[in-house]
């Protein structure tokens, strides 16, 4: 079985800055795209970033210039630098991985809150 457990969510003012990381362990092969969404309330989950095991990366438009994404295969772990905050995107954020251990699957995390206070 695989896990993935996120960490450092928080409450910010806006303006501020938060990291999230997301680890993975279990019996894994190879981790290939890793990724965060969030869900705000009465929303859906929407993609935030997303990195292949390769290091390119994706973002949506509205953090575009503020969030960045990374990972270390060697540990797997993937996290996002989130700068410049607002209160739009106070949300829960997920990790998200597609891991291969005798097969590949798509792996979540149990979401973290961040709350960005104006």
């Known amino acids: 079985q695989v896990q993935l457990v996120e960490s450092g969510g928080g409450l910010v003012q806006a303006g501020g800055s938060l990291r999230l990381s997301c680890a993975a362990s279990?019996?894994?092969?190879?981790?290939?795209?890793m990724g965060w969404y969030r869900q705000a309330p009465g929303k859906q989950r929407e993609l935030v970033a997303t990195i292949t095991s390769g290091g390119t990366t994706s973002y949506a438009d509205s953090v575009k210039g503020r969030f960045t994404i990374s990972r270390d295969n060697a540990e797997n772990t993937v996290s996002l630098q989130m700068n410049s905050l607002k209160p739009e995107d106070t949300a829960v954020y997920f990790c998200?991985?597609?891991?291969?251990?005798?097969?590949?699957?798509?792996?979540w995390g149990q979401g973290t809150q961040v709350t960005v206070s104006s």
């Open positions: 998200h991985a597609r891991v291969i251990t005798s097969y590949e699957l798509g792996y």
């Open positions: 279990g019996k894994i092969l190879k981790i290939n795209a």
